[in-house]
């Protein structure tokens, strides 16, 4: 069975939570991409925050080597990032075992996230990893799985914005609820979750029906 565990990695100097504390505010990863580079690629959103404030900020933070604007708007700014190799160690001890942050949350004081690891052989070894790296590992919640370590290839936050859609009633016809309810029910922006929907939806047809034709 798979694990999946909610946690907080406090460290003031993990990527990001500079900008999040300079525009007091905070941001909602919804993807990070390890490169054959080593580079790590995320893309991230904020809510209510001036664009030029953010572009600033993101200027200023050593961390980001490189940064493109997807979406620049006071109601949502959405960006791909590039960060520097020297902070990310951490992703790379996740990415080492199958997993990363997805739909992770920034603050000035670090990131919360929901993730899946493999077992829990798996997972104590990331929190092992936090401890040499000086990252505070705190964890809120862990549960079992029913299916195995990749859960049809879903990750955690793709398979938890599955179900809420089907729970809400969003498959329904006619639908009982839109992107908004779901984003609401699971403390991310609409887009964030359009795109977890869409990705999810992509494994599971992947992991099930195409598999068959291969």
Same mark, same amino acid.
């Not at 498959?171 to 991310?188: G, H, I, Q």
């Given at each position: 069975?798979?694990?999946?565990?909610e946690?907080?990695?406090?460290?003031?100097?993990l990527?990001?939570?500079?900008?999040?504390?300079?525009?007091?505010?905070?941001?909602?990863?919804?993807?990070?991409?390890?490169?054959?580079?080593?580079?790590?690629?995320?893309?991230?959103?904020?809510?209510?925050?001036?664009?030029?404030?953010?572009?600033s900020?993101?200027?200023?933070?050593?961390?980001v080597?490189?940064?493109?604007?997807?979406?620049?708007?006071?109601?949502?700014?959405?960006?791909?990032?590039?960060?520097?190799?020297d902070?990310?160690?951490?992703?790379?001890?996740?990415?080492?075992?199958?997993?990363?942050?997805?739909?992770?949350?920034?603050?000035?004081?670090?990131?919360?996230?929901?993730?899946?690891?493999?077992?829990?052989a798996?997972?104590?070894?990331?929190r092992?990893?936090?401890?040499?790296?000086?990252?505070?590992?705190?964890?809120?919640?862990?549960?079992?799985?029913?299916?195995?370590?990749?859960?049809?290839?879903l990750?955690?936050?793709? $398979?938890?914005?599955?179900?809420?859609a089907y729970?809400?009633?969003?498959?329904a016809?006619? $639908?009982?609820?839109?992107l908004?309810?779901?984003?609401?029910?699971?403390?991310?922006?609409?887009?964030?979750?359009?795109? $977890?929907?869409?990705?999810?939806?992509?494994?599971?047809?992947?992991?099930?029906l195409?598999?068959?034709e291969r």
């Amino acid at each position: 069975m798979g694990i999946i565990c909610e946690f907080e990695l406090e460290l003031a100097d993990l990527p990001l939570c500079a900008i999040a504390e300079e525009l007091d505010s905070r941001l909602i990863v919804d993807n990070v991409v390890s490169r054959a580079t080593d580079e790590t690629t995320l893309v991230f959103s904020a809510t209510g925050v001036e664009p030029n404030a953010l572009e600033s900020a993101l200027l200023g933070d050593e961390s980001v080597v490189e940064s493109v604007a997807i979406d620049s708007t006071v109601v949502e700014s959405r960006y791909r990032v590039v960060l520097d190799t020297d902070y990310v160690e951490i992703y790379t001890q996740l990415v080492a075992r199958q997993t990363y942050p997805m739909g992770a949350i920034v603050t000035a004081h670090g990131w919360t996230v929901s993730t899946q690891f493999a077992d829990r052989a798996d997972l104590e070894a990331f929190r092992d990893a936090c401890q040499s790296s000086n990252v505070t590992f705190r964890p809120h919640r862990v549960c079992e799985t029913e299916h195995g370590g990749d859960d049809y290839g879903l990750t955690a936050p793709q $398979r938890e914005a599955l179900l809420v859609a089907y729970r809400l009633g969003y498959f329904a016809v006619p $639908r009982e609820a839109d992107l908004t309810d779901l984003s609401a029910e699971l403390d991310a922006t609409t887009s964030a979750i359009s795109e $977890r929907l869409r990705r999810g939806t992509h494994q599971l047809i992947d992991h099930t029906l195409a598999s068959s034709e291969r």
